[in-house]
């Protein structure tokens, strides 16, 4: 049975089950303390009154540390791939851009030429893990961290808004959580820069 008593991250995580539950067209009353919309929202309502400073302070210190963690992760990525084109006696000429497709398929755009070096290196690449490997790691890791930066904004909007009635509260999460499905982690590297940004629903530099 879900309380008042909840924090907002449980509340907030509660809810979301419920609409993702709904989406799959899930029908199974396990999730039944997530199931009642009356009472996830009034829990909602009830933890985003009495716990937003916390709340936004520990999710805003894990967004720090997760940033700066793919931060790491990109430059690492960047400095192994150009030393490796480097090897091969090739250098980008422009920006190469690596994303995850619809299927989860890692996807390589660029000019011709630099693709080609690319797929090239990818497919001859014998290190452990593979590029390949850790450039997939990165770009699902990229996507949960958008995901958790969304949630994040998402709540402290609500939050905003909890003098202004429960169903407006619950309404707005829900439209915020719902525009993440289109945003898409990016990770560019040029012969002189590296980045992870999104395009989409949410714009923010890693």
Same mark, same amino acid.
């Given at each position: 049975?879900?309380?008042?008593?909840?924090?907002?991250?449980?509340?907030? %995580?509660?809810?979301? %089950?419920?609409?993702?539950?709904?989406?799959?067209?899930?029908?199974?009353?396990?999730?039944?303390?997530?199931? +009642?919309?009356?009472?996830?929202?009034?829990?909602?309502?009830?933890?985003?009154?009495?716990?937003?400073?916390?709340?936004?302070?520990?999710?805003?210190?894990?967004?720090?540390?997760?940033?700066?963690?793919?931060?790491?992760?990109?430059?690492? @990525?960047?400095?192994?791939?150009?030393?490796?084109?480097?090897?091969?006696?090739?250098?980008?000429?422009?920006?190469?851009?690596? %994303?995850?497709?619809?299927?989860?398929?890692?996807?390589? %755009?660029?000019?011709?030429? +630099?693709?080609?070096?690319?797929?090239?290196?990818?497919?001859? +690449?014998?290190?452990?893990?593979?590029?390949?490997?850790?450039?997939?790691? @990165?770009?699902?890791?990229?996507?949960?961290? +958008?995901?958790?930066?969304?949630?994040?904004?998402?709540?402290?909007?609500?939050?905003?808004?909890?003098?202004?009635?429960?169903?407006?509260?619950?309404?707005?999460?829900?439209?915020?959580?719902?525009?993440?499905?289109?945003?898409?982690?990016?990770?560019?590297?040029?012969?002189?820069?590296?980045?992870?940004?999104?395009?989409?629903?949410?714009?923010?530099?890693?």
């Amino acid at each position: 049975m879900v309380t008042t008593s909840l924090s907002l991250s449980n509340a907030l %995580s509660n809810y979301t %089950s419920s609409l993702l539950n709904k989406s799959n067209g899930t029908s199974s009353q396990a999730t039944s303390a997530t199931s +009642d919309d009356s009472v996830v929202q009034a829990a909602l309502a009830k933890a985003l009154a009495g716990s937003t400073t916390t709340s936004s302070t520990n999710s805003s210190t894990k967004l720090t540390v997760a940033r700066q963690h793919l931060n790491l992760l990109q430059q690492s @990525l960047a400095k192994d791939i150009k030393s490796a084109l480097s090897k091969a006696g090739q250098t980008l000429t422009g920006t190469v851009d690596f %994303s995850l497709s619809s299927d989860g398929k890692l996807s390589v %755009s660029g000019n011709e030429q +630099d693709k080609a070096h690319i797929n090239a290196l990818l497919a001859n +690449d014998k290190s452990i893990p593979s590029l390949a490997t850790r450039l997939t790691n @990165l770009n699902k890791q990229a996507q949960a961290f +958008d995901r958790q930066n969304v949630q994040t904004n998402a709540a402290m909007v609500a939050a905003r808004q909890a003098g202004k009635g429960t169903q407006n509260l619950v309404s707005l999460y829900q439209s915020i959580m719902a525009s993440q499905s289109a945003s898409t982690a990016i990770f560019s590297v040029s012969d002189k820069t590296s980045q992870v940004a999104f395009s989409g629903a949410v714009e923010t530099k890693a």
